[in-house]
């Protein structure tokens, strides 16, 4: 009985220094080294989407549609008499608006409206990664004109089609600058780099090169510009010993 009573004594004291040096194994404050690094790629783009649009009016719906129609025909002939596909050319539904004239008297009294005719609009897309030959048909289109056609372009969009591919080495890069500069912060420190606890991937920009654009917290993603910059920052955090 004695015996037992000993060794139980013994077991509580030793679960009491084991016990006792976890806490103080957990509590112990963990040296680490936090940096961010950043990976940038220039790159133009591959892809260019461009959008424009033309109309027509007539008090009769009939006549508007149909010259409308003739319109379109002579738009398609143009863009495919400049080597794009006529599979490419993308025509958008007709959108039709009755057009009204506002009524007021000579004292500036509402006296209502009148009817003045119809307007009908269609807008066309192409979509292309032949980016300088639509970048052109874009700037010369205006060329429509001369034939009656009231023809409005709109600034192309640019895009990149392996961007996915893009980020991943982007990544890699700004993992490595992050690693490289906690290397030097504990060179620096008389420290030594222990194993990565974590790591945390920034916000993915997209600006056009050389347009002073400003990032943005939500991540920005120009179009408007051809050639562009990618960037994404990595924030590593690393064990210090």
């Not at 461009?50 to 409308?68: P, V």
């Given at each position: ?5 000993i060794i139980f004594s013994l077991a509580i004291v030793l679960s009491s220094i084991v016990l006792g040096h976890a806490v103080i194994n957990r509590n112990r404050p963990q040296g680490t ?209």
């Amino acid at each position: 009985m004695k015996a037992s009573s000993i060794i139980f004594s013994l077991a509580i004291v030793l679960s009491s220094i084991v016990l006792g040096h976890a806490v103080i194994n957990r509590n112990r404050p963990q040296g680490t080294i936090n940096e961010t690094g950043l990976g940038e790629s220039n790159f133009t783009s591959d892809l260019i989407v461009w959008e424009g649009n033309f109309s027509r009016e007539s008090k009769d719906l009939q006549t508007a549609y149909s010259n409308l129609e003739r319109d379109r025909e002579s738009v398609t002939s143009y863009l495919v008499s400049k080597g794009i596909p006529k599979e490419q050319l993308v025509f958008n539904a007709v959108i039709t608006n009755p057009q009204y004239q506002q009524n007021y008297s000579n004292d500036g009294r509402y006296m209502g409206q009148t009817f003045t005719g119809y307007q009908l609009s269609q807008s066309l897309q192409i979509e292309s990664k032949e980016v300088e030959k639509v970048e052109k048909i874009s700037r010369e289109i205006t060329e429509l004109l001369n034939q009656g056609i009231a023809f409005y372009s709109q600034q192309p969009r640019y895009y990149y089609t392996e961007l996915e591919s893009l980020k991943l080495e982007m990544i890699a890069k700004a993992t490595e600058d992050a690693r490289i500069r906690a290397e030097r912060i504990a060179e620096n420190s008389e420290a030594k780099l222990g194993d990565l606890i974590s790591a945390n991937m920034g916000v993915f920009q997209i600006t056009g090169q050389n347009s002073g654009e400003d990032y943005s917290w939500g991540g920005a993603f120009n179009t408007s510009s051809k050639n562009k910059t990618a960037s994404i920052t990595m924030k590593l955090v690393f064990e210090s010993n």
